[in-house]
C-alpha cells in the first residue's frame, strides 16, 4: 500500500508541474492561505470534502456567482496543495442508475 501511495504522489506531483493552474496561485501553502486566497480572490467556498487514501483530505471549493472551482488536497502537516481549477461550476446530485436489465 506505501508504494502505491508514493507512486499516486508522484503521479500527482507530476500532474500539478505539468498543469496551467488558472488561479496562479501557490502550488501549496499552508491550509488558512490558499482557503484565504480562494475566498478573498475568487469567492470560492467549500462543496465537497473527501478521503484521499489513509492520511490526505481532498476538497472542491466553487464560487457560484462566477462559476469557478478548485480541488485542493491538505496533507497531515497542515500544508494544502491546488490541484487542479477550472471554470463552469455546476452542482449537481444525480441519481444512480437503476440496477437490472434495462430492456
Known sequence: MTQQML???LGLAGMIAAADLAH???QCDSR???TALLA???GETRRAV???GQDAVMEVFAA???GTW???MTLPDGMMCLMASGSGYEALAEELPAKG???
Open 7 to 9: 507512486a499516486l504522489s
Open 24 to 26: 496562479g496561485a501557490p
Open 32 to 34: 488558512d492561505a490558499v
Open 40 to 42: 478573498d480572490r475568487y
Open 50 to 52: 473527501g478521503i484521499a
Open 64 to 66: 457560484d456567482a462566477t
Open 70 to 72: 478548485s480541488i485542493t
Open 101 to 103: 436489465d434495462p430492456a
